[in-house]
C-alpha cells in the first residue's frame, strides 16, 4: 500500500510540474471571428463553439508544438466594418497566428485587405460566390461549382424546373452567385424572361409580395424553382410566407445554400418538407467520422439536441490542416504554414477526404438533401469529391483566370497572357 501511494504521489507530481512547464510555455492563440449578436448570430454562434471544441480536443492531445493553443473570441455582431476592426485587434494585439471567422462574404471581403497588410491567415468555412483567392485564406466552405451549379442542374433534371427565381440577401455573395447563374442558366438556353431575380436586405422580413411574384412566375404553366441565397434570420420569414400562401414543394421547389440544420431547429418544418439545400455535409451523413463528430459535439455542448452542419464541418477541416501544416512547418508563422498547407489531406465527415488545392481552395463533394419532419435532411443526391474552382468557368473574365499558391505566387493568374493580374474591377 505504501509503494502504491509513494508513486501516485509521484505520478501526480510529474503531471502537476507538466502542467506548470506547460502553462509557462508561450501559447499558440488563434483568433475567432464569428457574429455573437445581431442578424447573424443564428448561423454564426455555433461555428465558435465548434472552434473552442477543436481547440479543446488538440490541448487534450498535448496541444501543438509542444505548447496549449488558446482561442482569442470576438464577437463583431454582425457589423461588417467592425470585422475589419475585430481583425486587426485579434493581429496585432492580441498576437494571433491564425483566424477562424466570418460567414457572409462582405464580412470576409470587409477582413481581406487587413489580413493581407499584416500578413494574417484567415480560415473561411462557408459556401461562397467564388471569384477571390486571396494569399492569406484558405476557403473551407464550397465555390459555385461544388455547390450552385450542381444545385441548378439537379432542379433541372431531378424536378423538371424551367422558370427560375433567384432569391438573395442584398450584399456580394448572393449578387455574384446569381450573375454566375444567370449565365449558366442562359448558357443552357433559358430565357431572359424566365429568370426573375430579387434582392433584400439584411433581417427582411414581409416576403408578401415576393412569395406572390414568385407564383405568379408559373402563371403560364411552367415549372418554377426557387434559387435562395437568403442568409440569416430573414429566412424565418421566408419560409413562413411560404406556407401561409399554401405553397408546397410540389407546387414550387425551394433549393437554400445558406439554410441548414442549425437555421431549421429554430423553425416549425411541418411546412417545409420536400423543399431543398445544398451543401457539402449533411448531420445525417452515415459515416464513422461523422457519427463520432456528432457524439463529441452534444457531449462538448452538454446538450444532445445540438445538431451540427456544414459549415462546422468546413470548421474542423480548416482546423485539422492549420494543425498538420503547422506540425509540418514547424512553426506557426504564416508564410512557412501557407506553403506547408498546399496539398495537405484531412478526412472530411462524409467519409472522403479534403485535400487543399493550389489555389487555396479544397476538393468537397456535392450533397443535396430534402428537407424532413425533424429539421434533418434526406440525402437525396452526393457526388465524389469536387475540386474547388476560384474562378468561374462562367464569366467571360473570370473564364481566363487561375490561381496558384504558393507555384506562381499568384491568385489571378490570367491563363492567356501567361501573367499576373494585380486587380479585377469587381474584386
Request: charged share 20%; net charge negative.
Amino acid at each position: 500500500m505504501k509503494i502504491y501511494s509513494t508513486a501516485l504521489a509521484a505520478a501526480l507530481m510529474s503531471v502537476g510540474l507538466a502542467g506548470a512547464s506547460w502553462a509557462q510555455e508561450d501559447t499558440i492563440k488563434i483568433g475567432v471571428l464569428h457574429s455573437l449578436s445581431g442578424t447573424m448570430a443564428i448561423s454564426e454562434t455555433t461555428l465558435k463553439d465548434t472552434v473552442l471544441m477543436m481547440v479543446d480536443q488538440q490541448n487534450a492531445k498535448g496541444g501543438l508544438l509542444g505548447k496549449k493553443i488558446e482561442a482569442v473570441v470576438v464577437d463583431p455582431a454582425s457589423d461588417w466594418p467592425l470585422f475589419a476592426e475585430k481583425a486587426r485587434e485579434l493581429i496585432s494585439v492580441n498576437g494571433v497566428d491564425a483566424i477562424f471567422g466570418c460567414w457572409t462574404s462582405v464580412s470576409r471581403k470587409s477582413v481581406l485587405p487587413v489580413i493581407e497588410e499584416l500578413n494574417g491567415l484567415l480560415f473561411y468555412p462557408v459556401q461562397y460566390e467564388g471569384e477571390e483567392s486571396s494569399k492569406n485564406v484558405i476557403y473551407t466552405g464550397a465555390a459555385p461549382n461544388q455547390q450552385a451549379i450542381p444545385a441548378v442542374d439537379y432542379m433541372a433534371e431531378e424536378l423538371g424546373v424551367e422558370k427560375w427565381a433567384l432569391l438573395g440577401t442584398d450584399y456580394v455573395y448572393p449578387r455574384t452567385t446569381n450573375n454566375i447563374l444567370d449565365a449558366y442558366l442562359k448558357g443552357k438556353g433559358v430565357a431572359a424572361g424566365d429568370i426573375f431575380v430579387n434582392y433584400t436586405p439584411f433581417g427582411h422580413s414581409d416576403w408578401s409580395k415576393i412569395v406572390a411574384d414568385v407564383v405568379a412566375l408559373g402563371a403560364d404553366g411552367k415549372k418554377v424553382g426557387v434559387v435562395s441565397t437568403i442568409n440569416g434570420d430573414a429566412n424565418i420569414g421566408f419560409y413562413k410566407e411560404l406556407a401561409a400562401a399554401g405553397v408546397s414543394a410540389d407546387d414550387i421547389p425551394v433549393m437554400a445554400f445558406s439554410v441548414g440544420e442549425e437555421e431549421l431547429a429554430g423553425l416549425d418544418t411541418t411546412n417545409l418538407v420536400g423543399h431543398l439545400a445544398a451543401w457539402n455535409y449533411f448531420q445525417t451523413a452515415d459515416s464513422p467520422d461523422n457519427k463520432a463528430f456528432i457524439g463529441e459535439w452534444q457531449k462538448f455542448t452538454k446538450n444532445d439536441k445540438r445538431v451540427t452542419n456544414d459549415p462546422m464541418e468546413a470548421t474542423v477541416i480548416g482546423f485539422n490542416a492549420w494543425v498538420k501544416a503547422v506540425e509540418k512547418a514547424g512553426t506557426t508563422d504564416t508564410d512557412p504554414v501557407l506553403d506547408g498547407i498546399v496539398g495537405v489531406e484531412v478526412p472530411n465527415l462524409t467519409g472522403g477526404t479534403a485535400k487543399v488545392l493550389p489555389n487555396h481552395h479544397l476538393t468537397k463533394p456535392v450533397l443535396i438533401g430534402e428537407i424532413r419532419a425533424d429539421g434533418q435532411f434526406d440525402i437525396v443526391s452526393q457526388t465524389d469529391e469536387v475540386a474547388g474552382d476560384a474562378w468561374t468557368d462562367f464569366l467571360p473574365e473570370s473564364a481566363k483566370l487561375d490561381s496558384d499558391w504558393p507555384g506562381k505566387k499568384c491568385g489571378m493568374w490570367n491563363t492567356e497572357t501567361n501573367s499576373c493580374v494585380q486587380e479585377k474591377s469587381n474584386y
